[in-house]
């Protein structure tokens, strides 16, 4: 299955001079959806993942069906002020802008192995820092995969020593 049929070019979103892939054509159909969680589980089958760690808002769109076709957990990855117990935060460059991202500061624990899922991979600063926050709780990051992967952009070169996986690059 062609899942790029499936992801729409947005120009000049969130800001002029970005090219935004939209991935709600992708979500609002049944197979290509399936396809893509199918073909992002295949990627950690054999990582003996605990715990998928997926990035807000989309991120959860992917990480959470991953996580049931894996039999694991899901652990949510937000922006500042929308978690309620004992966080940890980290600051990270967005393609274009700074933002922060909070886990709960007991949402791994030590020795888990940890799969990240997220829609897209541009500059790769957003992944870079929930790696940093589940490393920091005691967590392995066994793997980080993506729907779409942004290569010239150059993230995966933030994640070098990590495991990398994209469904589809652009």
Do not use: W
């Amino acid at each position: 299955m062609d899942l790029k049929k499936y992801i729409e070019d947005i120009p000049n979103f969130p800001e002029p001079g970005v090219l935004f892939r939209d991935v709600t054509p992708l979500l609002a159909d049944q197979a290509a959806y399936k396809e893509s969680i199918r073909l992002l589980a295949d990627f950690a089958r054999e990582k003996n993942v605990d715990v998928v760690a997926g990035p807000e808002a989309r991120g959860f769109l992917f990480g959470c069906p991953v996580a049931i076709e894996l039999n694991c957990g899901f652990v949510p990855v937000r922006k500042p002020g929308k978690l309620p117990r004992e966080v940890l935060t980290q600051s990270y460059e967005l393609e274009y802008g700074k933002n922060e991202i909070q886990m709960h500061s007991d949402s791994i624990r030590p020795g888990q192995n940890v799969l990240i899922v997220d829609d897209l991979l541009a500059t790769g600063g957003t992944v870079d820092a929930a790696v940093s926050l589940i490393e920091q709780m005691g967590g392995n990051v066994v793997g980080i995969a993506f729907l779409i992967e942004l290569v010239d952009l150059k993230g995966r070169d933030l994640l070098e020593g990590y495991d990398v996986y994209s469904v589809l690059k652009y």
